[in-house]
């Protein structure tokens, strides 16, 4: 009751009753009614009557105007609860999806712990495959129609309840069971089902899924726990290639702890420019001349290298193979004009970045910048780089020919339809794989293979290299069939840039010499 009292409306509203009635036992008790009628009379000359009903209707009025601003009043209280509901929504739910965000999983977390409940979980980490492909090519409109695809076929697996979108195209399962065989049957309906096309902007997509499951420890802050191991496995699962699913394992968190940190390093050798580029020499077999330099990517760190496939692979995953790729290629441009004009420079772009629609143009943009030639690069694309959207492809490989910049087929033969690329593209070289290379020699099969690549290639009137030449027997057999162009460690390994100026001048001989 104390606490109505503090209510200063409620308040006012018993001491306006409290006067009212007051008023009221006067007025009864004096007959002031038949007294006030009585003096009305006696001065009908001062218009009392009137003012009396002027008064009266005043009164009526500011009634109705009273009840008017109490219903205003009730509504704007039911707006004003409505508003926090909606904040106090958004602020667990993701709008797009409806799906709970992070904010949300922490708070089922924390309930779960209060509740004493958490050993009864599996935790699934899922990370869609190919999503950025979409926003970069259809756009964002068509990217949140996807997301909002993806949650309505994942909620129809595991319960919306259970859903968590917990970043762009990250989700999270609570699946409240520890039947593991349950476990893997809900992820692979799940990788089943986002494998299936997506319908968006007039157009059909596909994206898929890497999943990542782990159980949840027993103790304290035991769904934390498995939340970062399902994160692990994840990622494990995404190397392995499009939908996987990985249980995890303890030796999972030292490989994220790892790849955390080696992204961390990575970020910071690419703000410092440390991250630079090596030249692999290419040799003209019929003149016994450098014919160019395939520039290949080098960090090194501590004084030692770091494996090249397994930072570019992180930058592939993490975004940062754009301004990887132009640094390099704008260091190696800067190098390789100093070269004699008759030497030419090799790049190769990843299949991840040649999906970008700007490629052709960034690259165009870098030889203005650095003042190369066109005619003196050579982009080299593989096969799965071209499968993964013909139509971007065909749009940048015209994009560079038109700018004179020729166009190479690196790893022929190892891709899919290989033939189907080569009538579709218009390309000025083709690179041998060095699997083929490497067991021709003893292998008629390969043999076969290798003869029949050069005769193709010579038949169209492209350029041939031959890559992995090691030995003396490899170079003459390759030479003896009509390959162009070599490259190998039989030339040479890659090389820094003040190398690779010295070795312009020189022949075959001395440079197998110097490779020995």
């Known amino acids: 009751m104390r606490s109505l009292f503090r209510n200063r409306a409620f308040s006012d509203a018993i001491i306006l009753a409290a006067f009212c009635l007051l008023v ?14 009585d003096y009305v009379a006696d001065h009908e000359d ?23 601003r109490v219903v205003e009043l009730a ?7 409505r508003a926090e509901s909606d904040t106090a929504w958004l602020a667990e739910h993701d709008p797009l999806t409806h799906l709970h965000n992070r904010r949300g999983l922490d708070a089922a977390v924390a309930a779960m712990e209060a509740n004493g409940t958490t050993g009864r979980y599996t935790v699934h980490s899922i990370d869609l495959d190919g999503f950025k492909k979409i926003n970069d090519l259809l756009g964002h409109e068509a990217g949140d129609q996807a997301l909002f695809e993806v949650a309505r076929r994942l909620g129809g697996i595991y319960g919306s309840d259970a859903l968590f979108r917990v970043g762009g195209d990250e989700f999270v399962v609570l699946q409240g069971s520890t039947d593991a065989q349950a476990a893997q049957a809900k992820a692979s309906a799940a990788v089943a089902a986002l494998s299936e096309p997506f319908a968006l902007s007039g157009t059909t997509a596909e994206i898929g899924a890497s999943i990542g499951i782990a159980s949840v420890p027993k103790g304290k802050g035991g769904v934390r726990t498995a939340l970062q191991h399902a994160d692990a496995a994840m990622y494990v699962a995404k190397r392995g290639g499009r939908n996987q699913t990985v249980w995890f394992e303890p030796s999972m968190k030292d490989a994220l702890k790892h790849r955390i940190e080696l992204e961390r390093d990575l970020r910071n050798a690419l703000r410092e420019h440390v ?5 692999q020499p290419l040799v003209d077999l019929k003149s016994g001349k450098v014919h160019g330099f395939e520039a290949l990517a080098r960090w090194e760190q501590n004084g030692e290298f770091i ?12 975004g940062l193979i754009v301004e990887l790729t132009d640094q390099l290629l704008r260091r190696a441009s800067i190098e390789a004009k100093s070269w004699p004009n008759h030497i030419n420079l090799a790049f190769n772009i990843s299949p991840v970045q040649f999906r970008d629609p700007q490629l052709g143009l960034r690259i165009i943009q870098i030889l203005g910048e650095t003042g190369l030639p066109p005619h003196r690069l050579e982009i080299e694309i593989t096969e799965t780089a ?13 994009t560079l020919h038109a700018a004179g910049i020729r166009v190479a087929l690196d790893d022929f033969g190892t891709g899919y339809s290989s033939l189907s690329q080569l009538s579709r593209f218009n390309f000025d070289k083709i690179k041998i794989d060095r699997s083929f290379v490497e067991g021709f020699e003893t292998d008629e099969r390969q043999a076969k293979i290798v003869r029949a690549v050069l005769g193709l290639g010579r038949g169209l009137g492209l350029t041939m290299t031959a890559e992995g030449i090691e030995s003396e027997s490899q170079l003459k057999a ?10 190998g460690f039989l030339f040479g390994r890659a090389m820094p840039a003040d190398d690779a100026r010295r070795l312009c001048a020189l022949d075959t001989d001395t440079i197998r010499s110097l490779a020995g």
């Open 386 to 398: 071209l499968v993964q959207d013909l139509h971007q492809a065909d749009i940048t490989v015209s």
């Open 24 to 37: 009221l036992i006067s007025a009864i008790r004096h007959d002031a009614f038949e007294s006030l009628v």
């Open 307 to 318: 494996p090249a496939m397994e930072f570019i692979a992180l930058a592939e995953e993490t």
């Open 46 to 68: 001062y218009q009392l009557d009137e003012l009396i009903l002027a008064l009266a209707t005043a009164g009526i009025g500011s009634l109705i105007y009273a009840a008017l």
């Open 75 to 81: 509504r704007a209280l039911k707006a004003k609860e």
């Open 478 to 487: 390759l030479t003896e069939l009509g390959c162009d162009v070599g490259q």
């Open 275 to 279: 991250v630079v580029p090596y030249f």
